[in-house]
């Protein structure tokens, strides 16, 4: 896995972790800014999913791999914390 070592990352947590330690010190506007982001992104992905193969399918795929342990989506995730709290970090010098 990636991210096996997650506690030496940050020295401190994992990247979930160190994210909302930095959500909750960092400049409200940066955060806002990264999260809205974060949701438009979301948004369009969904949109797009939802064009090709239809809402009831797209929620039936979320609802089928929410549940499944996958090392790939723990990855993803992962890193989705890590590139949130950079972008927030950079920004907030």
Same mark, same amino acid.
């Given at each position: $896995?990636?991210? +096996? ?9 994992? &990247? ?6 930095? !959500? *909750?010190? %960092?400049?409200?506007? =940066?955060?806002?800014?990264? #999260?809205? /982001? ?8 969904? $949109? $797009?999913?939802?064009? /090709?193969?239809?809402?009831? %399918?797209?929620?039936?795929? !979320?609802? /089928?791999? %929410? *549940? =499944? &342990?996958?090392? +790939? ?7 989705? *914390?890590? +590139? =949130?709290? %950079?972008?927030? #970090?950079?920004?907030?010098?």
């Amino acid at each position: $896995m990636i991210f +096996e070592d997650e506690e030496d990352i940050f020295t401190g947590g994992s &990247p979930k972790a160190k994210f909302f330690d930095i !959500v *909750y010190n %960092a400049n409200r506007n =940066l955060v806002e800014l990264e #999260l809205d /982001k974060l949701v438009q992104r979301v948004c369009i992905l969904e $949109m $797009m999913l939802e064009e /090709k193969i239809g809402e009831e %399918a797209l929620e039936e795929e !979320v609802r /089928k791999r %929410a *549940y =499944l &342990p996958s090392e +790939e989506l723990e990855n993803c995730i992962q890193s989705r *914390y890590i +590139e =949130l709290t %950079a972008n927030i #970090l950079t920004q907030n010098e």
